[in-house]
């Protein structure tokens, strides 16, 4: 039986029940559906449910409106998979986490149409996610921001009040999302805000191998305030939720220009808090409750017991070895409301880490329920231009919603097949079968690094000069892979593409997931095809290079045309911040160099 989150309790019977034609799993109450509002039989949970099919009907029991919408999604998997007649049978089944969700980043070079997001709640909500936040940063249509966003396409606000309304309706809690602190890059890039930022000129990374740009909002500039005030009051009205996630992760630039000084005196980790504190005030008088991302109060340990108490922390962490359990004890011991925050580990791997990625989650899940987190929220970030689809990260999407239901339970043969059913609508079960195992392939290249694949960053390295942070490592990769395992890894992406091409989807939404899935492996391929061409330079065989090169110029330019076509169909504005490296890897094979 194909379910997912799988429950934590079912009992199979002898018989069956065929639902009347004129029932919809979606009513309320109908004809051979019996609902009941009690306590006495259902799993002590606001959430707790109990589903029986019997030969002459179907009984629904819950405590509250959260139980009776988790039966329905259940049942409609039931609907999926056996058609009117139902297997009886009886189910009984409650959350591990009350809130889990889903943050899709919308800020990196895609921002989704609103149908896009509308498909993405319809499905969610069938796997009992009930929040989905998309992370903003420059992208929500402020009107007296429209130079900043205008290039890279913006939520406008009657579609974020489209999307609240029907996310109400599926029992999914839209949160706000804008970061108010780090990761304001393109806002500060504005001459009218400059002055707002911490720093106004790129600086060397600790590291030395890459320039980060100004990001931070001096927290001691007279203007600080007053702007943020302006994208609260034009952005917040337009959600129901109690909730709002001021960011505030990665503040780099802290400490570094305009509060050098007064970090001087009062320490970083003290003025952070200060300003944070400022912006829980802020969202208090707007009648919110305030998360923020943890990794900054995390540095500085002995603060977090000041933290507002009602102000939730948001524990992330993206690696398979991640210390979720270390950090969410110091949330959990100072009294301070969290969620455990993993990721679906696609960005910088334009077909995923899916071995990375299931551990992450894993790990999260585990941690969150030992030490009492109110929340699991699985990350889907775009870094390096966004050119990962949503149709990588949905076996990831998937699995994080099965884990933040039931943490012990998570079984990849079902979840393929509840996918094909349930979200690919592909009865060959080909699209998931390839997707998912795509997710794998960078593992013939025999090399491991935090938060990418050569697979993803090899094609969307960026110019040298520009000294950019994301996809930095992508034109050192050949260097290290021999070719041998290079060859292995595009038999691999070949097989799961001719294996894509024999799927029959049959909605409109599956075939563009599969559509998606085949552009992802055909640019993962062309990483692996410019490390053979980059060999072939360094090693001075001037003609294989050459005749190389000419065949990837071929394949980028096809590949630009069809994701340029593709691009509308799902998404706002241009791809011009998405896929700009599919140009520069055609300059370096027409320049013979990459340097």
Request: proline share 6%; with cysteine; charged share 25%.
């Amino acid at each position: 039986m194909n379910l997912l989150p799988t429950p934590r309790s079912l009992q199979r019977r002898p018989g069956s029940f065929l639902l009347p034609k004129s029932v919809g799993v979606q009513a309320s109450a109908c004809p051979g559906i019996t609902l009941k509002r009690e306590l006495q039989q259902t799993p002590n949970h606001p959430e707790g449910y109990t589903l029986t099919i019997f030969q002459g009907g179907i009984e629904i029991a819950f405590r509250e409106d959260g139980g009776l919408r988790a039966a329905k999604a259940t049942l409609r998997q039931l609907f999926r998979e056996y058609g009117r007649k139902l297997p009886c049978l009886k189910i009984r089944d409650w959350p591990d986490f009350a809130r889990r969700g889903v943050m899709l980043d919308i800020s990196r070079g895609r921002v989704p149409k609103l149908e896009t997001l509308l498909d993405l709640a319809e499905k969610l909500a069938d796997f009992k996610i009930n929040e989905l936040q998309l992370y903003t940063e420059h992208t929500f249509a402020y009107k007296k921001h429209k130079s900043v966003w205008q290039s890279w396409g913006a939520l406008t606000a009657r579609e974020i009040q489209i999307l609240d309304k029907r996310c109400r309706e599926l029992g999914i809690d839209l949160v706000p999302n804008q970061n108010s602190f780090g990761h304001l890059r393109y806002f500060l890039e504005d001459p009218k805000l400059k002055k707002l930022g911490e720093l106004s000129e790129p600086f060397l990374s600790e590291t030395k191998d890459f320039l980060r740009r100004p990001t931070t909002l001096a927290p001691n500039h007279p203007g600080t305030l007053p702007f943020l005030h302006g994208l609260y009051d034009e952005l917040l009205p337009n959600f129901s939720s109690e909730f709002f996630n001021i960011g505030g992760d990665e503040t780099w630039d802290l400490g570094k220009g305009q509060s050098k000084k007064l970090c001087a005196a009062k320490g970083k980790g003290r003025v952070y808090l200060d300003f944070l504190k400022q912006l829980h005030r802020e969202v208090k008088a707007r009648d919110r409750k305030m998360m923020f991302w943890g990794d900054i109060i995390l540095k500085h340990p002995e603060l977090i017991r000041e933290l507002p108490k009602n102000a939730i922390a948001l524990n992330w962490g993206y690696e398979a070895d991640h210390p979720f359990a270390k950090e969410a004890a110091q949330f959990a011991k100072a009294k301070i409301p969290f969620y455990i925050c993993p990721g679906t580990s696609t960005w910088q791997t334009l077909v995923g880490k899916h071995d990375n990625a299931l551990a992450n989650l894993r790990a999260a899940a585990k941690a969150g329920k030992k030490f009492g987190a109110m929340g699991f929220l699985n990350t889907d970030w775009g870094d390096g231009g966004h050119p990962q689809p949503l149709a990588v990260s949905w076996p990831l999407f998937a699995a994080g919603a099965a884990l933040a239901w039931n943490a012990k339970s998570l079984d990849e043969k079902t979840l393929a097949k509840v996918l094909s059913r349930d979200v690919f609508d592909d009865a060959t079960g080909k699209v998931a079968a390839a997707g998912f195992k795509l997710g794998f392939a960078h593992q013939k290249l025999g090399v491991k690094a935090v938060n990418e694949t050569p697979l993803g960053t090899v094609l969307a390295a960026p110019k040298p000069a520009e000294r950019e942070l994301f996809c930095r490592n992508g034109l050192k990769w050949f260097a290290k892979i021999p070719k041998r395992k290079i060859l292995a890894a595009v038999k691999e992406i070949q097989k799961q593409r001719a294996a894509l091409l024999r799927s029959k989807p049959e909605s409109a939404s599956g075939k563009m997931l599969m559509q998606e899935l085949d552009l992802a492996a055909r640019m993962a391929e062309q990483s692996c095809r410019f490390m053979l061409w980059q060999q072939r330079v360094a090693a001075g065989k001037k003609t294989e290079a050459q005749k190389l090169a000419q065949q990837g110029i071929r394949e980028l330019q096809k590949l630009e045309k069809d994701f340029n076509a593709y691009w509308p169909q799902c998404n706002k504005a241009t791809p011009k911040h998405c896929t700009p490296f599919l140009r520069w890897r055609m300059d370096d094979y027409r320049r013979g160099d990459w340097s």
